[in-house]
């Protein structure tokens, strides 16, 4: 069955890094374009970045440029978020979700959270 996992959410100080991963299993990673999501408390589920199955090239919100990189490594059916420079802000539950437009799919997995306090 499909099956998407994410690790690496924990607590960290304002100013650090955090590498999030989600192993993904049960369909044809490599044709999925990879998304991170957050949701922080009482806000609405924010995507973050993306990562695009023709040619792995990347888009970003505008909140994250710069201090956010999504990576995928198609053999080990991986997507990474490398979180640098945190701020408080960053706070919030992290979901990887895999998607593809045809045929519809779209998976998503349980979440890691993040919290970014000193």
């Known amino acids: 069955q499909v099956q998407l996992v994410e690790s690496g959410g924990g607590l960290v100080q304002p100013g650090g890094s955090l590498r999030l991963s989600c192993v993904a299993s049960?369909?044809?990673?490599?044709?999925?374009?990879m998304r991170w999501y957050r949701q922080a408390p009482g806000k609405e589920r924010e995507l973050v970045a993306t990562?695009?199955?023709?040619?792995?090239?990347?888009s970003y919100a505008d909140s994250v440029k710069g201090r956010f990189t999504i990576s995928r490594d198609n053999a080990k059916n991986t997507v990474y978020l490398q979180m640098n420079s945190l701020k408080l802000e960053d706070t919030a539950v992290y979901y990887c979700?895999?998607?593809?437009?045809?045929?519809?799919?779209?998976?998503w997995g349980q979440g890691t959270q993040v919290t970014v306090s000193s």
């Open positions: 990562v695009f199955s023709t040619d792995s090239s990347t």
């Open positions: 979700s895999a998607y593809r437009r045809i045929p519809l799919r779209d998976y």
């Open positions: 049960g369909f044809t990673f490599s044709a999925f374009r």
